[in-house]
């Protein structure tokens, strides 16, 4: 039995905690606010009970001074320490109930995965299944290492069957010709191979012949206007002239609008046969100045259709499509293309100035007609003779492209897969067949039968776990279920059994919930979502007693319980306690931390024997320098006092035996007067009134109140509360800290405060 942790050094908050004065007895029950080191002093126990330093090192005070340390002392004076990161001893006797023991073996964060379960059914086996458990790994091992000599000799074998499954490999049978085949394989994947990247070559592509046409060149030459001099234009540009005047032309283009008919509108004489007259309106017609302006537009028309950058870009393109076709010269015979340039340049200029000169001719004398049919004849000839020169290198390409075709069509029958397939199966044929491998094969088929008695001792031996595991559990389940019940539970497990799913033994089990089965994994509805945290952790406790419970050695056992009843309610904490007891009755010690001081309380009235047959301790965990924690006493029923007891209790033993802080007992007169009318009217004075106003509230009362009753006591409580009042900052702001107290009549108020109260009546 544990008789005392001496001291705890650099550990969480436990820094420097001296716990000699402290004595533990067969049932110790610690208080401590959360935060304070319970889970510390936990995972300590868990610690010694594996002989596991990591749980400690891990948990070392992070701006500590002092290394790991822990000095406990068991019955007879025996010592243990923890120091230099190592236990002297393993002390097995630890059971620990804690978050640890929760997210280990139970769940996660609502979760339960198959790690949970693997470890809960250890925990769950015990000592009951060692050997039978033993055997199993064993054999297990065993097989596992007759399965890694089975890898290994594949893993000798891989690098010869590359690319193909062992199993056929193993199948493949000895070719007599395979070096002949594969050399002939190799003569025709090499002429596979080439035509794959043959085909990816450029193909020849024709190129557009542009398309011209002259007739609107033509219609635009032979264009006239009727009843028009031909001279008209000479002689008004000789008349303007003449005139010598800055805007003389369109002077006279306006009077042309003011001329009525063939009469002059300045002398009246007659015009008609004036030359001068008709050439104006000539000069001046619209149709005349719409004709010039298409001869004007002539010039540029014809130098874009006849533009020397057509044979340029023609001549471009040819040369792209020649390139590509030659990249094909290799392989086949490609046509020769050729674009002859400089005649197709040449017979262009000759089409242009031909043109140039007949617009030149119409732009003279815009009324004329120019342009025989034989000026069309030859313009059409000299344009084809430029088509005839694209057309014969556009036929040049045609027939590469045609030879190019046939080709790459003649090169995609072949397989160059299915070709190289054939190969690599010869290949490996031969390596199949060698020396070496023939006897690596030989190896792997008594490796595989090594394995597979192996395997056959390992289910026999799982066999013989099965059948325990099967027995234990259904008791274990029998066991939690009962414990669930008590606890109020509205649900339980279901399907408990165990499997090796995994490799390894672990556990599996359903939940039952209001008559539907609930899986741990998977949903919804899921066990993080069906189960409230009091539910959870009831379950997990729950397998924490009924493993404890059926452990054949648990009078040997230290049982540490952290924070049992965290999250339940006040059914499941009253049998937690029923619990409890019967853990202690049975095992060795019983060590319970817990930070619900009632629980505390009720806890130490439980464990209490009436027979006196063992004691129990109470100590807590307190708030030291700089927010480290020690060991300290606890006066459990003193804690537990409410508000009211307290003050009543301060005032009491002040006016019986002049003990206590005066100040402490002026201000506990107000509120202990408060207690009082809240207890005698309860409901009926509203809770968030101030004591003056709570005695305006009575002196108001009307009938039928009951409070009606209290209004005898309205001057008393008045004269109080002016005394009273004075030690409270509502009342007395910035000096009620300073008030001086008179111990008599302090004593006087507190007497009239306790008659009020005792009494009702002043």
């Known amino acids: 039995m544990l008789e005392r942790i001496e001291e705890i050094q650099g550990i969480g908050l436990l820094h420097d905690a001296n716990g000699k004065p402290f004595k533990w007895q067969k049932a110790t029950v610690l208080y401590s606010d959360n935060g304070r080191g319970k889970s510390t002093l936990a995972t300590i126990f868990r610690s010694a009970g594996a002989g596991d330093p990591v749980p400690i090192v891990e948990r070392t005070t992070i701006d500590g001074t002092l290394p790991p340390k822990v000095t406990m002392q068991f019955e007879n004076g025996h010592k243990v320490t923890f120091s230099a990161n190592k236990w002297s001893e393993v002390r097995p006797e630890f059971l620990v109930f804690d978050a640890d023991f929760i997210e280990k073996n139970v769940h996660s964060g609502g979760v339960v995965t198959t790690g949970h379960r693997k470890n809960l059914l250890q925990f769950a086996l015990g000592e009951k299944a060692v050997v039978a458990r033993l055997a199993e790994e064993k054999a297990t091992t065993d097989a596992r290492k007759a399965a890694e000599v089975v890898q290994g000799v594949i893993g000798q074998l891989s690098g010869h069957h590359e690319g193909m499954a062992l199993t056929d490999f193993e199948k493949l049978s000895n070719v007599a010709d395979a070096d002949k085949q594969i050399e002939d394989l190799e003569k025709r994947i090499v002429a596979a191979r080439s035509s794959a990247l043959l085909l990816k070559r450029a193909v020849p592509a024709m190129i557009d012949v542009l398309s011209v046409e002259f007739a609107p060149i033509f219609m635009v030459l032979g264009t006239t206007i009727e009843n028009v001099q031909d001279d008209a234009e000479s002689l008004v540009r000789a008349h303007i002239a003449k005139l010598g005047k800055a805007g003389a032309e369109a002077w006279l283009s306006q009077g042309q609008i003011f001329a009525p008919g063939d009469v ?38 014809i130098s874009s259709i006849t533009n020397d950058s057509i044979v340029a870009d023609f001549t471009q393109r040819v040369a792209s499509a020649a390139s590509a076709a030659n990249a094909w010269s290799d392989q086949i015979k490609v046509p020769e293309i050729r674009f002859e340039k400089n005649i197709a340049l040449n017979k262009l200029t000759e089409l242009r100035e031909y043109l140039l000169s007949l617009v030149e001719q119409k732009q003279a004398n815009p009324t004329a007609a120019v342009g025989t049919s034989l000026d069309s004849d030859k313009v059409t000839v000299l344009w084809a003779e430029v088509v005839a020169l694209m057309n014969a290198a556009n036929k040049a390409i045609g027939d590469a ?7 790459r069509q003649k090169l995609a029958t072949e397989n160059i897969q299915q070709l190289f397939n054939q190969q690599k199966t010869l290949e490996l044929s031969k390596k199949r067949h060698a020396q070496t491998v023939v006897k690596l094969m030989g190896d792997l088929a008594t490796a595989r039968s090594a394995s597979t008695a192996a395997e056959t001792a390992k289910n026999t031996a799982r066999l013989a776990l099965d059948t325990l595991m099967d027995q234990t559990l259904k008791e274990y389940q029998k066991s939690i279920n009962g414990l669930l019940t008590k606890f109020g539970a509205s649900f339980k497990i279901e399907q408990m059994g ?25 949903g919804p509805p899921s066990f993080g979502t069906a189960l409230s945290e009091g539910d959870k952790r009831s379950l997990a406790f729950a397998f924490f007693v009924a493993s404890t419970l059926s452990d054949p050695k648990l009078n040997t056992r230290i049982v540490v319980v ?19 007891k019967e853990i202690c009755t049975k095992a060795e010690q019983l060590v319970v931390l817990a930070h619900d001081i009632y629980f505390v309380r009720d806890l130490r009235n439980e464990l209490t024997p009436k027979d006196n047959s063992y004691s129990v301790s109470v100590f807590g965990l307190r708030y030291a320098a700089k927010g480290y924690t020690d060991f300290d006493k606890i006066d459990v029923n003193k804690e537990c006092q409410s508000p009211y007891f307290h003050h009543h209790g301060l005032v009491v033993e002040f006016v019986n035996n002049g003990n206590g802080d005066h100040r402490q007992v002026a201000k506990a007169i107000r509120p202990l007067l408060e207690g009082y009318l809240h207890r005698r009217f309860p409901g009926l004075i509203p809770s968030d009134l101030v004591f003056g106003n709570v005695v305006a509230f009575i002196s108001s009362a009307v009938a039928p109140s009951p409070v009606c009753h209290a209004k005898s006591l309205v001057s008393e409580l008045n004269e109080i509360n002016n005394y009273a009042g004075q030690f409270h900052h509502d009342t007395n702001p910035g000096n009620a800290d300073t008030v001086q107290i008179i111990p008599t009549e302090l004593h006087t ?9 005792h009494k009702g009546t002043i």
Request: charged share 25%; net charge positive.
């Open 264 to 301: 002059c509108p300045y002398c009246a004489q007659p015009t008609s046969d004036i030359d001068l007259i008709k050439a104006y309106r000539t000069h001046f017609n619209a149709a005349y100045s719409d004709l010039k302006a298409k001869v004007s537009a002539l010039d540029k028309r």
């Open 401 to 407: 492209k045609i030879a190019v075709d046939q080709f």
């Open 498 to 522: 165990a499997n090796f799913r995994g490799g390894s033994p672990r556990s599996e089990y359903g939940l039952a919930l209001r008559g539907k089965s609930i899986p741990l994994e998977g």
């Open 562 to 580: 952290d924070d049992p009843m965290c999250s339940l309610d006040l059914n499941r904490k009253q049998h937690t306690r029923t619990v409890l």
């Open 749 to 757: 108020f507190a007497s009239r405060t306790l008659t009020v109260i």
